[in-house]
């Protein structure tokens, strides 16, 4: 069975901070995909990053970073300088086999100006 | 390119009516997923078409709730009937799938359903 944990709830920070989204996974396959989504208040899911388990590199995108670690089987995402439109929930996704995917409960993030 | 649509955005029924969704996919995307979400959670899957085939419907309550593709395009979601915990938000997602592995969902807006 799969299984997604982001244990923060809710974060708030002020504007231009940095925050750090955190995401655990559980998986028996050997191959696996990892995702983030944001979701902003208008409710529509967006893609923001897709990771395989076989390419534990490090990302980063603009103001956006991914930490995968399988050691530890995290895989969390990095807003610097935070900004009022990053206000959103945040979910990390798994997919195993056969492609279904396991969301986990989400991260509200509050971005204060 | 078009992105996924979905209709109707909201809808408010009665406990015990019945209630259907339409989905329409990326074009060219052969897989299609319809998930839940109820607020505060995240996305749960009810069912997931391959073309017009199933691949997954195990957290689909068969008893009440039916989904279909025909010709592997468009897709319908019914409740039938409705009780106050299908209260919640039901997404159409849709994936590419050309390369074997698990492909990036791309989502729709969303139907609101509300169950009084």
């Known amino acids: 069975a799969q299984k997604v944990t982001q244990a923060q709830t809710e974060i708030s920070v002020v504007e231009k901070e940095d925050v750090t989204l955190d995401c655990v996974y559980e998986?028996?396959?050997?191959?696996?995909?990892l995702f983030w989504y944001k979701q902003p208040p208008s409710g529509e899911l967006v893609f923001l990053i897709r990771?395989?388990?076989?390419?534990?590199q490090n990302e980063i995108s603009g103001r956006y970073s991914w930490n995968f670690q399988k050691s530890t089987s995290s895989f969390n995402f990095t807003i610097t300088a935070s900004q009022v439109v990053d206000s959103a929930v945040y979910f990390c996704?798994?997919?195993?086999?056969?492609?279904?995917?396991?969301f986990g409960t989400g991260t509200k993030l509050q971005v204060i100006p | 390119e078009a992105g996924v649509a979905q209709s109707p955005r909201y809808k408010i029924i009665e406990k015990r009516q019945s209630v259907a969704f339409w989905c329409n996919p990326i074009?060219?995307?052969?897989?299609l997923y319809w998930y839940q979400q109820i607020l505060g959670q995240g996305p749960k899957l009810l069912i997931q078409?391959?073309?017009?085939?199933?691949?997954?419907d195990s957290q689909l309550p068969k008893d009440r709730f039916s989904a279909e593709r025909l010709k592997g395009v468009d897709s319908t979601l019914k409740i039938q009937p409705a009780k106050l915990e299908d209260s919640a938000v039901y997404l159409c997602?849709?994936?590419?799938?050309?390369?074997?592995?698990?492909?990036?969902?791309?989502f729709g807006p969303g139907t609101r359903l509300t169950v009084l």
């Open positions: 997602a849709s994936s590419q799938d050309q390369s074997g592995g698990p492909d990036t969902q791309y």
């Open positions: 998986t028996r396959d050997t191959t696996y995909y």
């Open positions: 990771r395989n388990s076989f390419d534990e």
């Open positions: 996704a798994l997919s195993g086999g056969y492609q279904k995917v396991t």
């Open positions: 074009s060219g995307h052969a897989t």
């Open positions: 078409f391959q073309n017009n085939g199933v691949v997954d």
